[in-house]
């Protein structure tokens, strides 16, 4: 006769052993994943969170009074207001009063991390044009010079000169490794805000042929940004392209009623901007 | 097996949408990424960053009531009290804007801080006014850019008056922002 209790005690304790390993398994990876989490989270851990209110019924109450939100007003020419000058408030200048300003460092750190996720490949990919919504308000013009190109493979000569040398030293990071930095990442993800702000960057540098290149590369990429066509008319005019960038700010305009490119217009054709 | 793969994909969602809003950010709509940042505010409500970029962008979409939440929130760091103070600057300084342009309230005594806001600087130069009869509007010179001009009036409507500020350059409108 069969033991069939003996029997069944023993397949328990089978079927409970062959568990084990997969309970081992499971508990090591949640330990593995919270370790990992906790190392990505630099910031102090917060250890309350503030119950006492309750957050959706502040925000829904706030989101019926919706405020209206902030215009970039498309108002033409010919709504301009004149502001006479006896209406204006007089004001005594004085006093020096405390100014606070905000940290936007949590900007750059999540700047930072989004570096990380790229590969460190400094091959260059063609840019990618985006699918246009609207017309697009100006002929392509040319870069200037193909030789600017070149810009994409530039190697830091900086850093070459510091492996030479192979002391350690630390430099302090100026404004051209900055911008090398960022053109390495816009050569990666073609971010239009990458390109513009490198195109801000060599205007406000004085190299007039880069920042007209890259304002160019962002409006082929996205040509709705008024910063990068403002850039653009701007490096123009100061590569004595004065007729040419007239011509944009008018095209941009037409497309667009920004207002900015019409003050850029004013002040280029009234010979202000210079 | 599910679960551990479950659990994965939500981390890496959550860190997807606060990278998106601040791609959205970095590309100027602040719109977006304040309304994003109330979507998925309960979930995000302990990452600093989050709540920061949130703030910040709302604040850019003139969404001032909206940083009431952040300025609470906002304490774990010496960059997120700092933020915290920016965003109370303003919030009390457009309440007290607005208290004044309604009911007269006198802001001439008040010595406050400032911030580089455009309703901060508003609020200074309306206060440095004093004591005075309700106008229609205010127009004020900027004390850096002369050329810069703040026209500051109530908009009335039947329920409730609404603070315009409008910024004008060379006498052409810029910008355009209404609180109440």
Known sequence: MLNTNDLEQRWLRYKIKSYIPHAIIFLSVILILSLISLFMNKEPKIKEVDNNFNIHNVLNEESQNKEFILKETSIKKSHKQEIKPQERVEIPKQNNKMTISPSLDFM??????????????????????????????????TPLAKKEEKVFYEEPQEEQIEKKSKSIKITRQNTHD?????????????????????????????????????????NEINNDIESSWIIFAKSLVKLNEKAMAIKVLKQY?????????SLLLDKITSGKFK | ????????????????????MFNLYQNEQYKNVCSMGFKYFSKNKKDEEFISLYAFACLKADHIDRLTIPIAMLKYSKESRAN??????????????????????????LDLPTT????????????????HNKRAFYLFEDEVDNKLTYKLYLEKNNKLSKMVIEEFYDTITIKHHVYW
């Open chain 1, 108 to 141: 750059r750190q999540m700047q930072e991390n989004t570096q990380t996720y790229f590969e460190t490949n400094p091959e260059h990919k063609p840019v990618k044009k985006e699918k246009s919504h609207g017309v697009k308000p100006t002929p392509k013009p």
């Open chain 1, 178 to 218: 900055d911008i090398k930095e960022v053109v390495t990442r816009f050569n990666k993800n073609n971010n239009p805000a990458l390109s513009l702000f490198i195109a801000k960057k060599y205007y406000e540098l004085g190299d007039y042929h880069k920042s007209y290149n890259y304002a160019l590369i962002t």
């Open chain 1, 253 to 261: 305009i037409q497309h667009s009623n920004s207002n900015r490119a």
């Open chain 2, 1 to 20: 097996m599910k679960i551990i793969i479950l659990l994965f994909l939500a981390l890496q969602l959550s860190a997807d949408i606060k990278q998106e």
């Open chain 2, 84 to 109: 915290a103070a920016y965003f109370s600057v303003i919030l009390m300084q457009k309440k007290l804007l607005y208290h004044s342009l309604v009911d007269g309230y006198d802001l001439s005594t």
């Open chain 2, 116 to 131: 580089d806001y455009v309703l901060s600087k508003v609020f200074d130069l309306y206060s440095k006014i004093g004591k």
